[in-house]
C-alpha cells in the first residue's frame, strides 16, 4: 500500500492557507488576559492572552502600535484584541496577529477620551500660546486634590523640603466619581479668585475609570479659563488626561508637580549674596576707574595749563562725578529694598509673627502637633503655646 510522504514545510504552507482561508480567522476579535508581555527593541509586541482554561501566543507589529495601541499594555491587563490567527512556518506555531488592542470595557471610554481631545484640539485649547508661564518664586501655592492619600502628603513634603517658608492651600476635592468633576471645578474656581501664584491640580494613579474626571469637558474648560497659573498631576508617568493637555504645565507626578511649582529656598538666598558681591565689584570697580580718570585728566590739564578748560572740566568732572554717586546709590537703594521686601515677606510667614497674632501652637501628650481633630479625643490633654508662655488644657467636646 502506498502512502503519502510529506515534508514538515508542506504540512505547515498547507495549514497557512487553512488559515488565511478561513474567514472567521482571518478577522476576529477575543478578549483575555495579558501575560508574558514583551516590548522588543524593534517596536514589535509580543504577549500571551489567556482566560481560565487556555492561552493563545500574539504579536503585534510595530507597525500597527501607532494607531492600534493607545495604551501601555502591561501583564495583567485585560483587553480585547482584534486581528487574525496565523502560523509560523518555521516552528509550525500559531499565534494571533494583532491589528488592534483596547482595555476590556473601558474602549468607549477612550473613544470618548479621543472625540473630546480632538475637539478641545481643534477649538485651540491646547495651543502653547495660551499657556502662561510658572513663577519662578511662587510663595503661595493652591492645590485641588483629596484631602487623604499619597498625592497631597507629597506635595507638601516636597514643597517644604524646597521652600520651608512657602503657604499651601488646600481644596479638599472629590477626585473619583460622579460628583468628582464638579468638585474639582469648584476648587480651581475658589483657588483661582485668591491670587495664588500658581494652582496644582491632580491626584494620584488609577485605573481610566478612576481617573476619568479629569478627563470632563467642564474641568478641561475650568483649567482653561483660570487665571492663575495650573500645573496639572494626574496618575502616573504613563497616564494622559485632557486636564494635562490643558494645563500650563503637566507633572508626571504629584512630587514633581511640587518640584516644578516651589523654588528652592536655599539656592535664592546664595543668588542674593553673588548678586550683593557682584554689585559691590561692580561699584569699586567704577569708583576706581572714574578716579583714575580724574587723575588722567587732571595730569593733562596740569600740562595745558589754559586756565579757561581747567575750569570747564573741573566742573563737568564734578558733575560727572555727582551722578556716578546718584546712579551707584539709586542701584544700592533699589537692591536694599528690594531685601527689606524679602525678608518682610519671610517674616510674615514665621511661626514667631503667627504666634504674636493671636495664634497658638497645640502639642498633644507625645508633643506631636496637632493639626487636625481627628488626632483628638475628650478628655485629652493639649498643651499651647503662646506669644507670652504655654498653658495646658483638657478636652471636653468635640464639634466638627
Known amino acids: 500500500m502506498n502512502k503519502n510522504v510529506y515534508s514538515v514545510s508542506e504540512v505547515n504552507t498547507y ?33 500571551t492572552l489567556k482566560d481560565e482554561n487556555s492561552a493563545i501566543s500574539c504579536a503585534m507589529w510595530a507597525s500597527k502600535r501607532y494607531k492600534g495601541l493607545k495604551f501601555q499594555m502591561k501583564d495583567g491587563d485585560k483587553v480585547v484584541v482584534t486581528g487574525s490567527v496565523g502560523i509560523y512556518t518555521k516552528t509550525g506555531s500559531y499565534q494571533v496577529y494583532a491589528n488592534e488592542i483596547e482595555l476590556a470595557g473601558v474602549g468607549d471610554l477612550y473613544q470618548r477620551f479621543e472625540a473630546l481631545k480632538l475637539e478641545l484640539e481643534e477649538k485651540g485649547m491646547f495651543d502653547p500660546m495660551y499657556k502662561k508661564p510658572l513663577p519662578t518664586h511662587a510663595m503661595k501655592i493652591g492645590v485641588v486634590t483629596a484631602s487623604t492619600g499619597a498625592a497631597v502628603h507629597d506635595i507638601i513634603r516636597v514643597s517644604k523640603t524646597r521652600n520651608p517658608y512657602v503657604q499651601i492651600i488646600l481644596y479638599p476635592a472629590q477626585v473619583q466619581g460622579e460628583a468628582a468633576a464638579p468638585s474639582i471645578v469648584e476648587g480651581i474656581q475658589q483657588l483661582d479668585a485668591m491670587g495664588l501664584d500658581v494652582i496644582i491640580v491632580g491626584r494620584g494613579g488609577g485605573s481610566i475609570e478612576d481617573l476619568w474626571a479629569f478627563n470632563e469637558e467642564i474641568v478641561a474648560r475650568a483649567i482653561f479659563n483660570a487665571l492663575t497659573p495650573i500645573i496639572s498631576a494626574v496618575g502616573h508617568e504613563t497616564d494622559f488626561t485632557i486636564a494635562d493637555f490643558v494645563a500650563d504645565r503637566r507633572a508626571a507626578t504629584p512630587s514633581q508637580a511640587a518640584e516644578y511649582a516651589n523654588f528652592v529656598f536655599d539656592d535664592f538666598i546664595n543668588q542674593l549674596d553673588r548678586y550683593s558681591d557682584k554689585l559691590n565689584r561692580a561699584f569699586d570697580y567704577k569708583l576706581d576707574y572714574v578716579s583714575e580718570r580724574i587723575n588722567n585728566l587732571r595730569l593733562r590739564l596740569q600740562l595745558l595749563r589754559p586756565e579757561n578748560k581747567i575750569k570747564a572740566n573741573e566742573e ?64 485629652d490633654d493639649i498643651t499651647v503655646r503662646m506669644k507670652d508662655g504655654t498653658f495646658v488644657s483638657q478636652i471636653t467636646d468635640i464639634l466638627e
Open 15 to 47: 495549514i497557512e492557507r487553512m488559515f488565511k482561508d478561513d474567514f472567521m480567522l482571518g478577522n476576529l476579535s477575543l478578549t483575555g488576559e495579558v501575560s508574558n508581555c514583551k516590548y522588543n527593541h524593534t517596536g514589535h509586541i509580543y504577549f
Open 316 to 379: 563737568r568732572l564734578a558733575q560727572l562725578t555727582i551722578r556716578l554717586k546718584n546712579l551707584m546709590q539709586a542701584k544700592i537703594d533699589r537692591y536694599e529694598n528690594r531685601l527689606i521686601s524679602i525678608s518682610g515677606r519671610l517674616d510674615g510667614l514665621s511661626p514667631a509673627k503667627k504666634l504674636a497674632s493671636g495664634f497658638g501652637y497645640m502639642t498633644d501628650a507625645t508633643g506631636s502637633p496637632v493639626d487636625t481633630i481627628k488626632q483628638i479625643k475628650i478628655g
